[in-house]
Nanobody, 129 residues
Framework: QVQLVESGGGFVQAGGSLRLSCAALSRAVSSYAMGWFRQAPGKEREFVAAISWIGDNTLYADSVKGRFTISKDNAKNTLFLQMTSLKPDDTAVYYC??????????????????????WGQGTRVTVSS
C-alpha cells in the first residue's frame, strides 16, 4: 500500500505559476503509473495529466496542454505538476493518483479515473482573476 501526500497548492493570480508535489510514502513508486486529477466546486473530478512507469510517457488534458508539465523523481518517490499561465478555470482541488502496473502496461500513461488504486487527500489551488 502506498500513501500519497500532495503539497504546493495555494493562492495565485492569473498568469502565475505553482508547482505541486506528491510524495509517496511507505513504498517506492518506481513501478507505478501516476497522474494528477482535479475537482472544481460543483464539478466532477477530471483528468489533468498522467505519466507512465517506464519511459516517462505523458498525456495531458486539452485544457492544460502547453501550460502544465508532469514529471517524477523515482529516487525521491515524488511526482510533480508544474503549472504555468494559470487561469481562474484552473481553480480546484488537485489530487495525485497512483496505479501499480506490470511490464505489459509499463509504457502507458493512464487517463481514466477508474484506473487508479491510490489517491492523495488533495491540495487546493485558487487562481484569482
Amino acid at each position: 500500500q502506498v500513501q500519497l501526500v500532495e503539497s504546493g497548492g495555494g493562492f495565485v493570480q492569473a498568469g502565475g505559476s505553482l508547482r505541486l508535489s506528491c510524495a509517496a510514502l511507505s513504498r517506492a513508486v518506481s513501478s507505478y503509473a501516476m497522474g494528477w486529477f482535479r475537482q472544481a466546486p460543483g464539478k466532477e473530478r477530471e483528468f489533468v495529466a498522467a505519466i507512465s512507469w517506464i519511459g516517462d510517457n505523458t498525456l495531458y488534458a486539452d485544457s492544460v496542454k502547453g501550460r502544465f508539465t508532469i514529471s517524477k523523481d523515482n529516487a525521491k518517490n515524488t511526482l510533480f505538476l508544474q503549472m504555468t499561465s494559470l487561469k481562474p478555470d484552473d481553480t480546484a482541488v488537485y489530487y495525485c493518483a497512483a496505479k501499480e502496473v506490470t511490464y505489459t502496461a509499463a509504457y502507458y500513461a493512464l487517463t481514466a479515473y477508474t484506473a487508479y488504486d491510490h489517491w492523495g487527500q488533495g491540495t487546493r489551488v485558487t487562481v484569482s482573476s
